[in-house]
């Protein structure tokens, strides 16, 4: 029986799949972490929402210090708007 790409019952039970979950890392959560902060900044739809989401971020960078600031890379996002 051949499977399709888009069988969810069977991703969800394949062997990949579980390995992909046995594997997955805190590095990885980090990352989604970070890209849904700034996927976030990006599309908020106001100021506040923006100082919100600019709070979270700085909270994240006191937890983790010795990673590049997220603060820094959201607030460039918004440089190329300044000019």
Do not use: C, N
Not at 1 to 30: E, N, Q
Not at 55 to 73: F, I, N, S, T
């Amino acid at each position: 029986m051949t499977r399709t790409l888009f069988d969810a019952d069977f991703a969800a039970t394949s062997d990949l799949a579980t390995h992909s979950r046995r594997t997955a890392t805190v590095a990885d959560a980090d990352a989604a972490y970070r890209a849904d902060l700034v996927t976030r900044y990006v599309t908020a739809d106001s100021w506040e929402a923006e100082l919100k989401i600019l709070a979270e971020a700085v909270r994240y960078d006191k937890q983790h210090p010795d990673e590049l600031p997220l603060y820094d890379e959201m607030h460039g996002t918004r440089i190329g708007q300044a000019a």
